[in-house]
């Protein structure tokens, strides 16, 4: 039970704060600057790595790179910022974002305030006090009246429990925490679980070193090439001169993207003339292909027209016919699971040093001191890649013992699955604010924007609550509720419900509640919201000044509405 056992104020150790930030990544550096700089608070950041970059700090797999496109994926909210920093690629490789972090945090002078290689063990939260008690792995610890989390969606490692792991006599690794020195290929015999966006990513990059790499797929995955390249001196100037218009773009598209979703609809044109559309689209690449027809994401009959259309190339490209089947064997719609983009992943399969192996067919039984056993099997490895993804949205926050109110543990009140208001409070929890929490837009976003627009509305509602001597904030029981169904309603008018194993529903870790996580109702329509609320003063938040908000319903979703969102229109490049 915290509460009591604080606040010793002088105990040696203890720093007292009043807002303290977990993770120093795109989130965490932001929340920092507008709380200290902005708000003149007294803040800090616990980053349990040993620099900032948050997922890029952790992700340094082969082929490791954003999916978004760079002149989108950078902060908004600084002119400077923007004028000086210059990327090469289209899409930014890992190291490429971590260099742009650490010029954003030097330059706004944010390290100073970090502290590094310090794991968050613990939060609680002490009631007689209204402050949050954080303990971290290397004994420090934190009394703060304002708890942000900034933890990542996509952080905590999914790494399957097949039977013999420990027994493995050759190294192994896990994407999402790849050694910083790098891995070398060389002369080994690799095997690689898991194909979706980072498997796509990693295979054609070990595949140019490893004697032999063996590819074990689960499900096969729709990907269309990135056509990733240096950035012309054109685009690049381009860039510089549209600025507030290419802001207004992503700030206003229901992605975050800075691409323009095409008013037509798949069956508004001819067979020719679509084949033409989606052919350009493919050369174009990108996350823009499934907006060059508005009806993709929403009509089960145009999306399976896209998604011929990219089993077409596949075909096209793979020579093996068998190998080219089970690439196409696709169970779910396009981008009904995260759609990837890639650089060469199909055209690796006519490598002669490259095999797929099948495992939805034929399951991967253990793993044994020499490789992986199949029911069909075993594969002699020296080099095992779990490209296995993550217990995303719930397991970074779940893997600190966070307790609030009379000691309520989250992992008590998720039991069932997440609940959030907006994805950014939990009832029972004042003051604590979980930045792209579950019930938010982030992963279906193009992920700064997203973050920008929770950062500067925590940094409104805490300025408005020190400017109003209000104590807390805590979201209400009945808010919450009716945003879970919401956050379900929106994914419901989507084909999102056709592809259930998903990591969006949490069905890749056994025994994860399996509930809709992300918020698919569109970061435009999610910011509208947002910004509703805070200008009626918080309604389906319970105030420490003894004001209980009314209570808050969120506006009814429909395809209509979606559709109408997607239509905005800007420079769309
Ligand atoms: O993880 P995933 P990820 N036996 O969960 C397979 C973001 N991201 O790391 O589909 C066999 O998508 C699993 O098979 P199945 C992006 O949001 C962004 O690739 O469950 N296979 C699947 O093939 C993305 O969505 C970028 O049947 C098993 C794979 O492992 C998210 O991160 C780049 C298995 C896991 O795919 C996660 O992507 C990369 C088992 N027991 C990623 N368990 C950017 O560009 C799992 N698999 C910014």
């Known amino acids: 039970m915290p509460d009591g056992s604080i606040v010793n104020k002088t105990q040696a150790g203890v720093t007292t704060l009043d807002a303290l930030i977990i993770g ?6 932001y929340q920092l600057l507008s709380l200290r700089d902005k708000l003149g608070l007294k803040a800090k950041v616990v980053e349990a790595g040993d620099g900032v970059g948050g997922t890029w700090y952790w992700n340094r797999y082969p082929g490791a790179r954003c999916d978004s496109e760079s002149h989108s994926y950078s902060y908004y909210f600084d002119k400077e910022l923007l004028e000086e920093w210059q990327w090469s690629e289209r899409y930014p490789g890992h190291a490429e974002v971590v260099r742009y972090l650490n010029y954003a945090a ?3 002078d944010l390290k100073r305030d970090i502290h590094f290689n310090s794991k968050v063990l613990s939060a609680h939260y002490s009631q007689s006090e209204n402050k949050w008690i954080v303990k971290t792995e290397d004994g420090r610890e934190f009394v703060c009246t304002y708890l942000i989390t900034a933890v990542g969606c996509l952080s ?5 429990k097949f039977p013999g792991h420990e027994s493995f006599e050759g190294e192994w690794y896990h994407t999402g925490q790849w050694p910083h020195e790098g891995v070398d290929f060389k002369g080994k015999r690799v095997g690689q679980i898991g194909t979706g966006s980072t498997g796509i990513q990693a295979v054609p990059v070990i595949a140019e070193t490893a004697k032999h790499l063996t590819v074990f797929q689960r499900t096969a995955n729709y990907s269309v090439p990135a056509a990733n390249g240096p950035l012309s001196p054109d685009f690049q100037k381009y860039v510089q001169e549209n600025r507030e218009a290419i802001k207004k773009t992503i700030q206003t598209t229901p992605n975050g993207h800075p691409f323009v979703i095409s008013e037509r609809k798949v069956f508004d044109v001819d067979d020719e003339e679509r084949e033409k559309i989606f052919e350009e689209a493919w050369t174009k690449g990108g996350l823009g292909f499934r907006a060059c027809f508005q009806d993709i994401a929403f009509d089960k009959k145009a999306n399976d027209v896209a998604a011929d259309f990219i089993k077409r190339k596949i075909r096209s490209i793979v020579k093996d016919p068998e190998t080219a089947k089970k690439l196409t064997d696709i169970d779910h719609p396009y981008a009904t699971k995260r759609p990837p ?5 199909f055209e690796t399969f006519n490598r002669d040093n490259v095999t797929l192996v099948d495992v939805k067919a034929a399951p991967i039984e253990a793993i044994t001191p020499k490789g992986v056993k199949t029911q069909d099997g075993e594969y002699e490895l020296d080099i095992l890649v779990f490209a296995t993804g993550f217990d995303a949205m719930t397991g970074p926050l779940l893997n600190i013992d966070i307790q609030g109110r009379d000691g309520v543990k989250l992992k008590d009140i998720w039991e069932e699955g997440p609940k959030t208001y907006l994805g950014l409070q939990v009832a029972g929890f004042p003051n604590l604010f979980t930045v792209t929490g579950p019930g938010s837009p982030s992963v279906l976003c193009n992920m700064p924007v997203a973050i920008e627009q929770h950062v500067e509305w925590i940094r409104d509602c805490i300025s408005y609550l020190e400017d109003n001597k209000i104590s807390s904030i805590e979201a209400t029981e009945e808010s919450m509720q009716r945003w879970v169904e919401h956050v379900n309603d929106a994914a419901n008018v989507t084909l999102m419900p056709h592809a259930k194993h998903t990591w969006y529903y949490g069905a890749n870790v056994p025994g994860k509640p399996r509930v809709f996580m992300p918020y698919a109702g569109g970061m435009a329509r999610y910011r509208a919201i947002c910004a509703d609320i ?12 003894g004001k209980h908000g009314q209570s808050y319903t969120p506006p009814k979703i429909s395809v209509d509405d979606l559709v109408e969102a997607a239509m905005v229109k800007g420079p769309g490049v």
Request: net charge positive; glycine share 12%.
């Open 24 to 29: 120093a990544g795109f989130s965490g550096l």
């Open 341 to 345: 983009i890639d650089t060469n992943y």
């Open 156 to 160: 905590s490692t999914n790494i399957p």
């Open 106 to 108: 030097d330059k706004l």
């Open 534 to 545: 805070a200008k009626q003063k918080y309604p389906g938040f319970k105030l420490g000044n």
